[in-house]
């Protein structure tokens, strides 16, 4: 992906005239297409990633993820534009978590198209208004074609949603609507569930830190399970402690006697006698904790051997260096109040306990989890998935389809509303701006009919991947939208049907997929208007190359060459 060379050479800088600027644009646009073109859809392949490491082995995993792929040839490549490819990919997947495949291809298609429409004549700046205009009337045709999820424009309760829905834009998350491709069908309720319990109504927000997500080795995905509580990798301090149903304290600081002063190094009679009440010290917090009669105690901070053991002995679970996302997610699991340090003068209360069941599960060999759950009949705000794969690789891969499946879900709780799959609402869309385009004159209408072609770029991508032939099959498409079925699109089969929705439930959030299309036209949009690269070739300036800098020739101290 190296740019093209440069036309003119100033000292150590190098400048690219336009035509070549606009051509290296547009060869590193396509590349970047191309690596997830193929993946798209449910009838889309996946990418064998293959890497040599530091210590010479080879590593390697299959995805069809798009920000997967690219971030892959992060560090890996000079090439600014395919730099700023990878940044728009994790700049998405960072803030919606779904559609980064999509928003690459529309961010590449469109570079590429506004590209030729500049080399034919148009100018940059006629270019961009054309691309923003048809953008503001995609966005425009998706609220008329726009599917509720909920029964009310902002719900704030659960029982407002269609969760039938949600389920279908969760599996259509996990298994890019391709039944039987991965087993995670019947996780779409329970990834619902996981994400209305994060759901803060009153904040409008969906905290999906709330949801631990632990991939395990063994089994397949659909062992994978939905658990009223939450796992961590964590053992207690003395073993034999567990497992405990009963109350649970958490602590957002330490459990530490006072420290031994740092005089008393030498074994006399005054010393031993400060280290037994340190002893002492010890058993004065714990029974400071067992007043609160917790069957188990999390803390954040540190906790001395002593008190461990002190709470073991009065049959309490301790654990130690819960961090700090953990307690959040202990709390709303269990219900217990967050507090400070317990002390003597500072005692627990049973007041800011809650309730919960704490054991250990065995993963595959050696690894064991720990899980609290929630006690039966309780409604816990936080729930964890345990997400299983007959390999390592296996399991990481369905995590993170899960993970996609949350992150859609979620933009669909936050705004209700979801669109037709299958190149639909693309098709609608396109057929609208084409409708629009002969009202703006030759330049501004040239770039609205091509920007109409972008999103056609959609559906034709995924008649190639279904093995269709992508002109007929979009061809077809329009005539069908045209006679007025908005959903007409590709189902999960490959086949052309009037309503996806109807044939396959292909729903997607609204969110990601405006998201993406808004993201993808800025992106295109600001390549658009660079018209040439100026480039320094000089070595990267060193401050100790000064005159009288350390070490520099004439410094003081620097014998002259």
Same mark, same amino acid.
């Given at each position: 992906?190296?740019?093209?060379?440069?036309s003119?050479?100033?000292?150590?800088?190098?400048r690219?005239?336009p035509?070549?600027?606009?051509?290296?644009i547009?060869?590193?646009?396509?590349e970047?297409?191309?690596?997830?073109r193929s993946?798209?859809?449910p009838?889309?392949?996946?990418?064998?990633?293959?890497?040599r490491?530091q210590?010479?082995?080879l590593?390697g995993? $299959?995805?069809?993820?798009?920000?997967?792929?690219?971030?892959?040839?992060?560090?890996?490549?000079?090439h600014?534009?395919?730099?700023q490819?990878?940044?728009?990919?994790?700049?998405?997947e960072?803030?919606?978590?779904?559609?980064?495949?999509?928003?690459?291809?529309?961010?590449?298609?469109?570079?590429?198209?506004?590209?030729?429409l500049?080399?034919d004549?148009v100018? #940059?700046?006629a270019?961009?208004?054309g691309?923003?205009? &048809?953008?503001q009337?995609?966005l425009?045709?998706?609220?008329?074609?726009g599917?509720?999820?909920?029964?009310?424009?902002q719900?704030?309760?659960?029982?407002a949603?269609?969760?039938?829905?949600?389920?279908?834009?969760?599996?259509c998350?996990m298994?890019?609507?391709?039944?039987? !491709?991965? #087993?995670l069908?019947?996780l779409?309720d329970d990834?619902?569930?996981?994400?209305?319990r994060?759901?803060?109504?009153?904040?409008?927000?969906v905290?999906?830190g709330? $949801?631990?997500?632990?991939?395990?080795?063994?089994?397949?995905?659909?062992?994978?399970?939905?658990i009223?509580?939450?796992?961590?990798?964590?053992e207690?301090?003395?073993?034999?402690?567990?497992?405990?149903?009963?109350?649970?304290?958490?602590?957002?600081? !330490?459990?530490?006697?006072?420290e031994?002063?740092?005089?008393?190094?030498?074994?006399?009679g005054?010393?031993?006698?400060?280290?037994?009440?340190?002893?002492?010290?010890?058993?004065?917090?714990?029974?400071a904790?067992?007043?609160?009669d917790?069957?188990a105690?999390?803390?954040?901070g540190?906790?001395t051997?002593?008190?461990?053991?002190?709470?073991?002995?009065?049959?309490?679970?301790?654990?130690?260096?819960?961090?700090?996302?953990?307690?959040?997610?202990?709390?709303?699991?269990?219900?217990?109040?967050?507090?400070?340090?317990?002390?003597?003068? *500072?005692?627990a209360?049973v007041?800011?306990?809650g309730?919960?069941?704490?054991?250990?599960r065995?993963a +595959?060999?050696?690894?064991?989890?720990l899980e609290?759950?929630?006690?039966?009949?309780?409604?816990?705000r936080?729930?964890?998935?345990v997400?299983?794969?007959?390999?390592?690789?296996?399991?990481?891969?369905?995590?993170?389809?899960i993970?996609?499946?949350?992150?859609?879900?979620?933009?669909?709780?936050?705004? #209700?509303?979801?669109?037709?799959?299958?190149?639909?609402?693309e098709l609608?869309?396109?057929?609208?701006?084409?409708?629009?385009?002969p009202?703006?004159?030759g330049?501004? +209408?040239?770039a609205?009919?091509?920007?109409a072609d972008?999103?056609?770029?959609?559906?034709?991508?995924?008649a190639?991947?279904a093995?269709?032939?992508?002109i007929d099959a979009?061809?077809?498409l329009?005539?069908?939208?045209d *006679?007025?079925?908005?959903r007409?699109?590709?189902?999960?089969?490959?086949?052309?049907?009037d309503?996806?929705?109807?044939?396959?439930?292909?729903?997607d959030? +609204?969110?990601?997929?405006?998201?993406?299309?808004?993201?993808?036209v800025e992106?295109?949009?600001?390549?658009?208007?660079?018209d &040439?690269?100026?480039?320094n070739?000089?070595p990267?300036?060193?401050?100790?190359?000064?005159?009288g800098?350390?070490?520099? #020739?004439?410094?003081p101290g620097?014998?002259d060459?």
């Open positions: 992906m190296d740019m093209a060379e440069s003119a050479t100033i000292g150590s800088w190098e690219l005239s035509e070549e600027t606009r051509l290296g547009r060869r590193a646009a396509l970047m297409g191309e690596l997830v993946t798209l859809g009838l889309g392949v996946d990418k064998m990633i293959v890497r490491m210590d010479d082995r590593r995993f $299959v995805t069809n993820d798009g920000v997967a792929i690219l971030e892959e040839f992060e560090g890996e490549t000079d600014p534009i395919a730099n490819f990878i940044g728009l990919a994790e700049t998405h960072d803030e919606i978590g779904d559609g980064t495949t999509t928003t690459t291809l529309l961010a590449s298609d469109l570079l590429a198209t506004g590209i030729d500049i080399e004549g100018p #940059p700046v270019v961009v208004e691309f923003s205009i &048809g953008a009337r995609t425009e045709v998706w609220d008329d074609v599917i509720p999820v909920a029964n009310t424009g719900p704030t309760t659960r029982a949603f269609d969760e039938s829905r949600l389920e279908r834009i969760a599996t998350g298994t890019n609507g391709r039944a039987g !491709s991965w #087993p069908e019947r779409g990834v619902v569930d996981a994400v209305l994060a759901w803060e109504p009153r904040r409008g927000t905290h999906l709330y $949801v631990s997500i632990e991939a395990i080795p063994g089994g397949d995905a659909a062992d994978s399970e939905l009223r509580g939450t796992l961590a990798p964590s207690p301090m003395v073993e034999g402690t567990l497992p405990v149903d009963g109350g649970v304290l958490v602590v957002d600081g !330490s459990l530490e006697p006072r031994i002063r740092a005089s008393s190094v030498t074994i006399d005054d010393s031993a006698g400060e280290i037994a009440g340190l002893e002492n010290e010890a058993a004065r917090i714990a029974a904790i067992a007043r609160a917790p069957a105690v999390f803390v954040a540190d906790v051997h002593d008190v461990g053991t002190e709470l073991a002995h009065r049959d309490i679970a301790c654990f130690r260096n819960v961090k700090d996302s953990d307690v959040e997610v202990l709390s709303r699991v269990t219900g217990a109040t967050i507090r400070g340090p317990v002390t003597p003068t *500072a005692p209360s007041a800011e306990c309730r919960g069941a704490v054991r250990l065995e +595959q060999g050696d690894t064991t989890w609290v759950t929630a006690p039966d009949g309780a409604d816990p936080s729930v964890g998935l997400v299983r794969g007959g390999t390592e690789s296996a399991a990481d891969e369905a995590r993170r389809r993970k996609v499946g949350l992150n859609a879900v979620r933009a669909a709780v936050k705004r #209700p509303v979801a669109l037709p799959g299958g190149g639909a609402a609608e869309a396109a057929r609208a701006v084409r409708d629009l385009a009202k703006f004159d330049r501004e +209408q040239l609205v009919d091509a920007f972008v999103l056609e770029s959609i559906p034709r991508t995924l190639r991947n093995a269709r032939d992508p979009v061809t077809e329009r005539a069908r939208h *006679a007025g079925h908005a007409a699109g590709i189902d999960a089969n490959g086949d052309l049907v309503d996806v929705v109807a044939a396959g439930g292909a729903l959030a +609204q969110l990601v997929r405006t998201s993406s299309l808004a993201r993808s992106f295109a949009n600001s390549l658009l208007r660079i &040439g690269v100026v480039r070739t000089a990267p300036f060193d401050p100790e190359d000064l005159p800098a350390s070490g520099a #020739p004439g410094s620097t014998p060459a």
